[in-house]
């Protein structure tokens, strides 16, 4: 990983002035996606024709790994440990390693990752952040390989490392080549919880952790977005 000056950052974007981008926003922290550079040729395209982004950048702080991307449809800026202040969480890739999950401090440091998946073309699905227990805490919730292990991860971070909570087996959130990810997490007056699909795709799925999935009927992307409105 290196951490790229301001005054770098700001050269190489009008270098690429064709350089695509997505960002997300909390508060006063800006975060960017891009692909400066071109693509790294990982042939992978599991995102349907989503770049393969190389930089993850702030305000005024770039971060970039040696021989991996971001795997990911766009940074999440959300605080996710409770001091007012947000963190980006995203999905990083290495080429050798295949997925892990980041997040990084406003500043551009890296505070914690989970490890990687271990093989190439392995990849990891966010599924959203929310308080998924009640207690106040705030967790990450993802999908272990939405194709292959279809594994609902969800993980805290704390003492600087990204602690695995609990893991719910037969769940997705994602199919080979969508460039976005299906369901995530609503609030519909009980507390925070995720909507994502059976492992097979034919049932819709409301999950808190620590309780049982709760089956929600048939599974078709109209009743999912109806799902997380609540209705």
């Given at each position: ?200 795709w034919t049932r819709l799925v409301a999950v808190r952790m620590g309780a049982a999935p709760q ?17």
């Amino acid at each position: 990983m290196k951490v790229l000056g301001a005054a770098l950052a700001a050269l190489l974007a009008c270098s690429s002035a064709q350089a695509r981008q997505i960002c997300d926003q909390n508060a006063n922290l800006r975060a960017c996606y891009d692909d400066r550079g071109g693509p790294v040729g990982y042939d992978h395209d599991i995102l349907g024709g989503t770049p393969e982004w190389t930089t993850l950048s702030g305000p005024n702080w770039a971060l970039q790994f040696r021989n991996g991307f971001f795997e990911d449809i766009r940074p999440r800026v959300v605080d996710v440990t409770g001091d007012g202040i947000p963190e980006v969480v995203s999905v990083q890739t290495s080429r050798a390693r295949g997925a892990r999950l980041i997040v990084v401090s406003a500043q551009g440091k890296l505070l914690a990752a989970t490890r990687y998946i271990g093989q190439p073309h392995r990849w990891l699905a966010v599924a959203g952040i929310g308080d998924f227990d009640g207690d106040g805490r705030i967790e990450i919730a993802y999908v272990d390989r939405p194709h292959l292990a279809k594994q609902l991860v969800f993980v805290r971070l704390e003492a600087g490392r990204l602690r695995e909570l609990a893991r719910v087996s037969g769940l997705t959130n994602h199919r080979i080549g969508d460039d976005h990810i299906s369901g995530g997490s609503r609030n519909c007056g009980r507390g925070d919880e995720l909507i994502v699909a059976s492992g097979d795709w034919t049932r819709l799925v409301a999950v808190r952790m620590g309780a049982a999935p709760q089956d929600l009927g048939v599974y078709s992307a109209d009743r999912m977005r109806a799902a997380l409105a609540c209705q």
